[in-house]
């Protein structure tokens, strides 16, 4: 079992910058392939940003460019950089692991442990 909290949520006016933090249980570098995920009230999931076990990044077409995703070993954290926020990034984030490889890393079935979620809020 892996549990995982995510932080780092709030509100940015358009153009800001949020870094969210997913920390787990116990050390995932190396063995789960991870990813964020954000949920608008509504609406489905939609796969954000992605690392493969080999720390091969993947990211959705509208965080291409703007978000990096990345994994601290020694602090076993998941970490999402947000830049250029736009409102319509607004939602809940939500960080996502399983153990070993996933054929569609931005498709939420892929994963089995999910954090609580933290909410970002970006106003024009």
């Known amino acids: 079992q892996v549990q995982l909290v995510e932080s780092g949520g709030g509100s940015v006016q358009a153009g800001g910058s949020l870094r969210l933090s997913c920390a787990a249980s116990?050390?995932?570098?190396?063995?789960?392939?991870v990813a964020w995920f954000r949920q608008v009230p509504g609406r489905e999931r939609e796969g954000v940003a992605s690392?493969?076990?080999?720390?091969?990044?993947k990211y959705a077409d509208s965080a291409k460019d703007r978000f990096t995703i990345s994994q601290d070993s020694a602090k076993n954290t998941l970490d999402l950089q947000m830049n250029s926020l736009k409102p319509e990034d607004t939602a809940t984030y939500y960080c996502?692991?399983?153990?070993?490889?996933?054929?569609?890393?931005?498709?939420?079935?892929?994963?089995?442990?999910w954090g609580q979620g933290t909410q970002v809020t970006v106003s024009s």
């Open positions: 690392m493969w076990l080999d720390g091969t990044p």
């Open positions: 996502a692991a399983v153990h070993g490889w996933v054929g569609y890393p931005l498709e939420d079935y892929e994963y089995n442990y």
């Open positions: 116990k050390h995932i570098v190396g063995t789960h392939s």
